[in-house]
């Protein structure tokens, strides 16, 4: 009997224990668990997943861009170096406008931000190219060079862009703009000429805007300096009159000052040259000229051997490192240069944009005997390297092309007779004779 009932009791037990593990096993919150653990399980490698897709497609971007950059640096670099390698001799006008068309195409696509960079260096490759082509044509055929830029700028190559402007004859810009005449050309501003009341002829005056010049520290010295020179080398020409206008004040009165009795104009322009070269001098100290002919001009210095004087150069690159060197040390007296091309295409040229001496003289006279004409003796004579410097009265921009010889003043058909009409020193002058020289 109680053996049955421990029978009974163990069965019991038994469906008890099944009864609880069946209900545990499949009840729902046990299902759910399960459930949330596989799906938690599942979910996890999705965001790694979701993540790593992003990461990839940032990298993406990345090697893409850095892929067009290589590409379109290779081809700008590709671009330089066929305008380079271009022969002189085969460049046509066509070759230099299908270079401003190239120019102008990369500006028109400057208005994409995202390849603002990559049309930029294209740009400049093309204003690079352009710039290059028209040296080789400077040196090439120097007429169809004038021709060319005279028709391309400024309406598509800026007059400061040109690599010479010395015979390019001034082109207002609303006249280029807007002015244009069938064959595409426009009115250009030559030197005009206008007969005065004594019925000698004269120079217009310049009408283009006065630029304002801003002296710096250096030049201020040099200026003062300078004046004190002019002083000592007039004998005793002063004016109380500050900055670059006193300066033009004493050469004007020392060019118009009366003479002594058997002392002509034509004797005393040659005494305004031989001031001015002894104050360059003064100012140059005893210690550049000596190095400059040795340096620049390949001057040999006296050491006692047979060739002593004798001149081995110029160095090739004495005109242009002087191109490179005078607009620190020279802008005191013509205001902002910069170096460009000579008219043979070389280098060692120095575009003047707007000469303070002429400007504030208004002066022709001033122009030619004090400046130009001694600044080429001295550089010739003192320095041993040939100077042209050649101003241009429309614009009042000068040339200076160091290394090349330059034409005298009678033969050369670009410089304009006369003196310019609102000049002082010719009313200063008036009744006087022999005075012809002063202005050529």
Not at 24 to 48: D, E, I, Q
Request: charged share 20%; glycine share 8%.
């Amino acid at each position: 009997m109680s053996t049955r009932r421990s029978a009974l009791l163990m069965i019991g037990v038994a469906a008890l224990a099944s009864a609880s593990f069946t209900t545990t096993a499949f009840s729902p919150s046990s299902y759910a668990s399960v459930s949330t653990k596989r799906t938690t399980n599942h979910l996890a490698p999705t965001k790694t997943t979701l993540h790593s897709s992003l990461s990839n497609n940032e990298d993406d971007d990345v090697l893409n861009k850095l892929s067009a950059e290589l590409k379109e640096l290779a081809e700008c670099t590709s671009l330089v170096y066929n305008y380079l390698s271009k022969p002189d001799k085969s460049v046509s006008v066509e070759d230099v406008v299908l270079a401003c068309d190239a120019v102008d195409a990369a500006i028109n696509n400057n208005g994409d931000d995202s390849k603002l960079v990559l049309n930029q260096l294209r740009q400049k490759s093309h204003e690079f190219g352009r710039y290059q082509l028209l040296v080789k044509l400077l040196k090439s055929d120097y007429d169809a060079y004038v021709k060319t830029a005279e028709f391309l700028s400024p309406s598509r190559i800026p007059r400061g862009e040109l690599p010479n402007v010395q015979d390019v004859a001034y082109v207002p810009l609303s006249a280029a703009v807007g002015s244009e005449v069938e064959d595409g050309t426009a009115e250009t501003k030559n030197v005009a000429t206008v007969t005065g009341e004594d019925g000698q002829p004269l120079v217009a005056d310049c009408t283009l805007e006065e630029l304002t010049y801003k002296d710096s520290p250096l030049d201020k010295l040099l200026l003062s300096i300078f004046r004190n020179l002019v002083t000592t080398h007039t004998g005793g020409v002063k004016s109380d009159i500050r900055g670059i206008k006193g300066l033009l004040a004493q050469g004007r009165q020392y060019m118009t000052m009366e003479l002594p009795e058997g002392v002509t104009y034509e004797d005393h322009t040659k005494a305004q040259h031989t001031m001015v070269k002894n104050t360059l001098g003064g100012l140059m100290t005893p210690v550049l000229p000596p190095f400059y002919r040795i340096f620049m001009s390949g001057i040999v210095p006296k050491l006692g051997t047979d060739y002593d004087g004798k001149q081995i150069g110029p160095w090739f690159y004495a005109p242009w490192l002087t191109s490179i060197v005078t607009p620190t040390f020279f802008g005191f007296l013509v205001g902002p240069s910069k170096p460009n091309r000579r008219s043979d295409g070389q280098r060692g040229g120095l575009i003047v944009e707007k000469c303070k001496f002429l400007q504030e003289s208004g002066c022709k006279g001033l122009c030619l005997h004090q400046c130009k004409l001694p600044a080429q003796e001295f550089f010739k004579e003192e320095l041993g390297l040939s100077l042209t410097v050649k101003p241009n009265f429309v614009t009042q921009e000068c040339q200076w092309s160091f290394g090349e010889e330059p034409v005298d003043v009678a033969q050369d058909e670009s410089f304009p007779k006369g003196c310019l009409v609102g000049c002082d020193s010719r009313k200063i002058m008036a009744g006087r004779k022999s005075t012809d020289v002063l202005c050529m």
